[in-house]
């Protein structure tokens, strides 16, 4: 999966370039974000801008990126559509990831 | 299923008339057929203007189901195919499924309880929401098993909060 990555202040900012994270993509979403977090910053910021779409598959697939940076970093997500924010908030994932509106919030501090 | 006359919508005839098949296709069960099915579902629903939210629930639970039956149901069993049918009726949209896999365990539909999530970092949840997705966006739902066929039949109305 295509990856756009950016450091911004203290984050490192992660944009898959997909409409979805299914089923159908969710190891290829593993490995790219594997791949994109070997080091850097502690702060992964998971922007979902692009994401139209997010099944129990993908949503799995985000749990496991998390998990895999280890307890001593984090991932936050932002810029999520109401579709995939609807997955978030319904799996109450929501209580589990710290979500930002957009981009700038993430990167500003700013929780919404 | 009821098959009672539905009022059409004013931007179509206003008589009453039978509901309205919006989808009726049978696909490979495989993740990439999945994709595109869900995709022409979500397309054909827009057409007949239902609303964002109706959508969006129909992808969703589409979505779990199809993955599921492709994972489990037809595991092991080499290609199988998926048989969807989508109607709009008064109230919103049914949608039957046809699949030749392996029955649900129990023939009934798992519980679909949300998984915990008062746990470790280490051990939070990367599956086991499926169901638990399927049940949330439905507002009717049925599975039999009737010889070597699954019958799964997913009932969507407006809700009218959301």
Redesign the interface.
Known sequence: MELNSAKTGEAHVLTPIAD?I???SAIQFKDAIRAATVDGPARIVLDLGHVK?V???G???I??S??HLG?GRKMDLAALN??VD??FR????D??FTIYEDLDAATGQVST | MSQRPVVMGKKTASKNVDPITLYNFTFPAE??A??TALADIRTALEQALLD?DLV?RV??AL??LF?NI??HAYANQGSGTLKCTVTKTAPGVVVNVIDHGKAMPGHTLPDGD?PN?EVG??D???????W??IK?QTDGLSYEREGADNYTQLVFEVRRNA
């Open positions: 979805r299914d089923a159908a779409f099944d129990s598959s949503l799995g697939a749990v496991a998390m998990k307890a109401p579709d609807k997955v319904l799996t109450r994932m209580t589990v | 993740q990439l999945v994709r964002s969006g992808e969703s979505a779990e993955n492709v994972k949300l999530l970092f280490s939070l949840p990367e599956g086991g929401f499926g638990f997705i949330s």
